[in-house]
């Protein structure tokens, strides 16, 4: 099926507390020198809140591209060359490994040096490079945060939405960050970037249905790695790939031995979040010129083996 074919399911989420924090994000803004805006690396477009572009396209830049560790490999390193620009750089980040600690502050130092130039040229002491960390719910930006100051400052979770208050947390005696909590736009771009946000957890539970979220996303997986998920549950040449045979092939049933598909379509949503499908990116960066003259053999790879499923859910 053709990723035009999606029957994408409708969805809004607005929090008032991120409305709020929408409100003051311009002053926040006039306090530091550099943002750091979190995506989440399977969803590199769909993650970006472009309001929040426009306004800090003023802004020397670091995307972190988080939770690449779930993602794939291929999509990782091609995002990576297709998102940076001019006083934007990009890097790839597992905010549960804190490995890429001194990489990021080697971005925020070099990408805030202009500003610090500038103030001491005013004959102003230097001091350190402020941070503003910013991106949609769930993203992972307190996780990150976390992980680079080596205890929990900032309080996380799996929902979106919950951090809720700033706070400006010292990561290197030359940066200061200022966490912020996720921000989103009031109607989203499309209802496929809802219901691709609702796949990762971006967008609170309450404001999607999980059938209709995990169809959109069968289909989606199917147009972008044909055939992993019939593998992956096992279904025959001939079973159609669908939420019904999914059921059937986990013996997920009701009374009646009707299949129960909100068990399935819940399976399914949390087994592709933990990556046991397989490294998965659903928005696809296209080949550049020069790229497609050399990775022919890149582009033609299998995609990762997905792990075992679990037997229950």
Do not use: C
């Not at 992980?147 to 200061?176: L, M």
């Amino acid at each position: 099926m053709q990723q035009s074919d999606v029957i994408t399911p409708k969805i809004q989420w607005y929090p008032g507390h991120i409305a709020k924090y929408e409100r003051k994000l311009s002053e926040l803004l006039k306090l530091v020198d550099v943002v750091v805006e979190v995506l989440d690396a399977r969803l590199p477009v769909a993650s970006v809140n472009h309001r929040l572009e426009t306004t800090i396209r003023n802004k020397p830049t670091l995307i972190i591209l988080n939770k690449s560790d779930l993602a794939d490999p291929v999509q990782n390193k091609r995002w990576q060359k297709a998102l940076a620009g001019e006083n934007r750089r990009v890097m790839l980040y597992d905010a549960k490994g804190g490995q890429a600690k001194s990489q990021l502050i080697q971005h925020v130092l070099a990408l805030g040096e202009a500003s610090m130039q500038k103030l001491m040229a005013k004959g102003r002491k230097r001091r350190p490079v402020r941070v503003l960390v910013a991106g949609m719910p769930n993203v992972g930006k307190s996780t990150l945060i976390n992980s680079i100051v080596g205890q929990k400052k900032t309080k996380t979770g799996h929902r979106a939405g919950v951090t809720r208050d700033t706070q400006w947390v010292r990561i290197h005696p030359e940066v200061e960050l200022m966490d912020s909590p996720g921000v989103i736009p009031p109607q989203l771009d499309s209802d496929e970037a809802g219901a691709l946000l609702a796949t990762v957890s971006s967008i609170g539970d309450a404001a999607f249905d999980e059938e209709e979220v995990a169809r959109f996303l069968i289909e989606t997986i199917d147009g972008l790695y044909p055939g992993q998920l019939s593998r992956y549950f096992k279904l025959d040449d001939a079973e159609a790939l669908s939420l019904e045979n999914m059921a059937l092939a986990r013996h997920y049933k009701l009374s009646g031995d009707q299949p129960d598909l909100l068990r399935t379509a819940q399976a399914l949503l949390t087994e592709f979040r933990h990556a046991r499908l397989g490294r998965m990116t659903l928005e696809h960066a296209q080949h550049s010129p020069k790229e497609r003259e050399v990775s022919e053999a890149e582009a033609t790879s299998p995609t990762p083996e997905p792990t075992e499923p679990p037997a229950e859910i």
